[in-house]
Each structure stands twice: as C-alpha cells, then as structure tokens.
C-alpha cells in the first residue's frame, strides 16, 4: 500500500516547504509567509490552498517549493551574477527572468508554473544522480524499496529508499548531497539543520513517475507541458491543458521493501533518545489537542521524531510536566510528573537541538 499518488505528494511536499496547510493555515505561523491580501482571498474562496501555497515566502527570500534564484539559474529560468548562495545573504529576485515556461517576473513564479519548475528540478537531480551511480555500475532502481540503517547523532535511523523520497532529498540537499547518501552513506543538513534522512522518511513511499519519464521531460523543456497533463489543469492560462508529456502519464507504485542491508556506518546501541521497555509517548502535530499521559517516568518515553527545539515548550505547572506547541494550539501533559522525575532514557528524539534542550533542562 502506497502513501497516496503523485499530486498527494507533490501536495505534501509543497504544504511543507511553504509553511502553509491544513496543520498551520489556522494559526499566526502561516500568515508569516504569505500577505493578509491573499491569505482573506483563501478564506473567502476566491484562491484554492495551493495558490496560496505558490505565493509564500520566507525570511531568505525562498518561495512556494522553496525556489530560490540559484535553482532558477541552473534550471535556465533566471539570470544574475549577485545572489543567494553567490555573494547575497537572501534571494533578492533583482536579475532577470529569461521567459522559460512562462515565467517572466517574480510575481508569475508566484504560480502553478511551480508544477513545471518542480518537475524539471526533479529530472534535473535525477539525471545528475543517476550519472554518479552509472559510474559505480548501479541505478536508482538498484536502491528502490531498499531498508537502509544510517547512523545520525549516534542513533540508529531506518529508513525504506522510495523515488518520491529521492525527489525531496535532492530537493533539500542537492543532487550531489543525495548521490553522496546513496553511494557513501553520507548524511547531511541543511542550513536549519534539517536531515536529509527526514525528507526520505517523511515523503517517501509515494506512487511516482519514473526517473526516465522525469528526465526526459527535463531534457526536452516539456515539464510545464507535463505538470499540466499531470494537473489536469491550464496551470500556464493560454486556454488549452496541455497533452504534450513526452510519454504517458504512468505513476509507478513503490517498491515493496527489500530486507535490511548492513549499516552505512557503525551503530551504537545505547544513549539518549533510546526507547525504553514501556510506552512510547509521540508528540506530534494535531491542532489545537490537549492530551494528558499517564507517564511512567521508570519506563515510559516522550517520542518527538523529528520535531526541533524551536517548534515546542517545556514547563512544570502544577506538579505535571507540559509541553506546549504555541504554533499549533496544541499541548501534551504528563499528569503528576516533575522535571525532577524525568531523565534522558525517557526522551527520544531525531533532531539534536531537541536532545540538547531536554538535556539542558533535566
């Protein structure tokens, strides 16, 4: 069974790098990246979510997909000599858009073109990874459905090696940096520290194109006729849906996961963030939720998976222990628990900062 299809995907990984959906569109943390203008234009149901999704932008400049002008550049959309990652602290969008895919000025990137650019930095990414594997006499499909362990912050991380994961890994770290996970078991982050691991986890096992149909519309300029066909929808409003994909829309299903292969590199077995021999508590996001634990500090665990530092509270009240998520409304109580009461075989967690939040506190 797959997560959903191609368009959940591409759902879900927009929904993410933009900041806006369903979890956030309620509260402050999705008007910090788009206008009041257009987020009262979503309400009313003068634009869909998506649209709205399109025009978010965060503090480096970075919109919708989390395009940036370096991207832009490769991809043969934009052209500037002074930018983010060349010299510029953000994305400025002070050079000049060549027209590729429509795509004319800032505000009509502001748009479903997305779909399209999307599509052509997969099949770029695709191509260059899979280039790097032909030069160790493997492919992509070599690596499908494949369980794989990774060490990360000195804990043991599995995790099921799917396409559409692929596609978001390259998409946080780069062709190269995914290519460098495949063939040496490196695991990288980005500037905020996010893991590469998080990507492939969080948004693999996805119905996909295939990597051959993806790179071939990349090769040939035909994402944006792609996207449409894909869609179903004039994305580029010249009056036509395009039918012009270079081959027949066919999603592939996920293969079926291949048992374990030998770690990447050496695990270790005992530590902070290891579940304990009673219940694993997940805090996780579910908007505006107030759950209380009957927590048994000898045996039980907080699970936060890949939630950061930044993104929840600690607080004694009353005798219990609270966690709060101020951007979600949400709280988690461990009835008649103390700070006291808590040690770090008690916390699991994939992102060091919330490790070393709790270690600083307990």
Known sequence: MTKGSFTDFLDALRGFESGVNAATIGSGYAATFVSQQDLNAYKAGEISLRDLQYTSTNSLGFTGYQVGEALLIDLGYYKDSFYYGNGAATNTWDGTFTGKGGVTSLGALESGLQEGIILDAFGHNLEIIENGLAEIGKSLSDFMGQSTSYTENGQTIEVTLSLTGILAAAHLRGAYGTLDLLKNGAVSHDENGTSILKYIKDFGGYDALSSSQLIQAHNQGTTGNLAETIWNKDLNHDGT???????????????????????ATPTTTEGPGTAGDGQDFKIAYHWGAHDVFDFDPAQDTLNFGWMGADEFEI?????SVVISIPTNHETYTLQD??????SMSNIQALDHSTLAEWDALI
């Open 315 to 319: 607080n004694e009240v009353n005798g």
């Open 337 to 342: 628990v103390t700070l006291d009461e808590l």
């Open 241 to 263: 849906v395009a039918g012009g994909a270079a081959t027949p829309v066919e999603p592939v299903a996920p293969t079926t996961p291949a048992q374990p292969t030998t770690p």
